[in-house]
Antibody
Framework: EVQLVESGGGLVQPGGSLRLSCAAS????????MNWVRQAPGKGLEWVSY????????YYGDSVKGRFTISRDNAKNSLYLQMNGLRAEDTAVYYC?????????????WGQGTMVTVSS | DIQMTQSPSTLSASVGDRVTITCRAS??????LAWYQQKPGKAPRLLIY???NLESGVPSRFSGSGSGTEFTLTISSLQPDDFASYYC?????????FGQGTKLEIK
């Protein structure tokens, strides 16, 4: 079964750090571009970051640029999001999502999400 | 950034109705548009990609159309399972943006 499973969410104080992980299974992870998307409570979807198959091309949304770092380990079939300098407005469910094709594409597989709460 | 404007924000309809949701892009995105369905507490589900292509496993009552800056998602005959939120997404560039969402409610 094609699957993405996120982990690493939790409660963190403002200014703190957290590292999210996304474990992929059921497909050849190294051949797909990956993304992180988040959703604040009761709000819509916000794209966070993109990483190419090799990890050499990376993009970020303006709201997280300079604070978040996306990475991947193809040998471990895993995607990561290192989040530093967390703010209350970063509180959200974070999803990892697979792009269905290359060069920027729709997201065909999503994880179940992991909740990040930034609060003192 | 490319802004995506969805309308309506909320839509009340009955089982069997035909409904249409509209998404407008702030600049042309050719046909690099997707539609997603999301139910409470669940991850989004891809319905339509490249404006009009039905994702595998998605019922044929869902259809998408449009190009350039104007796009629509149509559900031909609403089923009880279709009451959910719907989002459009442009992926013309790697800097993806989503519409603000449409909540489809039972009338």
């Amino acid at each position: 079964e094609v699957q993405l499973v996120e982990s690493g969410g939790g409660l963190v104080q403002p200014g703190g750090s957290l590292r999210l992980s996304c474990a992929a299974s059921g497909f050849t992870f190294s051949t797909f571009e990956m993304n992180w998307v988040r959703q604040a409570p009761g709000k819509g979807l916000e794209w966070v970051s993109y990483i190419s198959r090799s990890g050499t091309t990376i993009y970020y949304g303006d709201s997280v640029k300079g604070r978040f770092t996306i990475s991947r380990d193809n040998a471990k079939n895993s995607l990561y999001l290192q989040m530093n300098g967390l703010r209350a407005e970063d509180t959200a469910v974070y999803y990892c999502a697979r792009a269905r094709g290359l060069g920027g594409d729709a997201f065909d597989i999503w994880g179940q999400g992991t909740m990040v709460t930034v609060s003192s | 950034d490319i802004q995506m404007t969805q309308s309506p924000s909320t839509l009340s309809a009955s089982v069997g109705d035909r409904v249409t949701i509209t998404c407008r892009a702030s600049q042309t995105i050719t046909n690099w548009l997707a539609w997603y369905q999301q139910k409470p507490g669940k991850a989004p589900r891809l319905l339509i990609y490249k404006a009009s292509n039905l994702e595998s496993g998605v019922p044929s009552r869902f259809s998408g159309s449009g190009s350039g800056t104007e796009f629509t998602l149509t559900i031909s005959s609403l089923q009880p399972d279709d009451f959910a939120s719907y989002y459009c997404q442009q992926y013309n560039r790697y800097f993806v943006t989503f519409g603000q969402g449409t909540k489809l409610e039972i009338k």
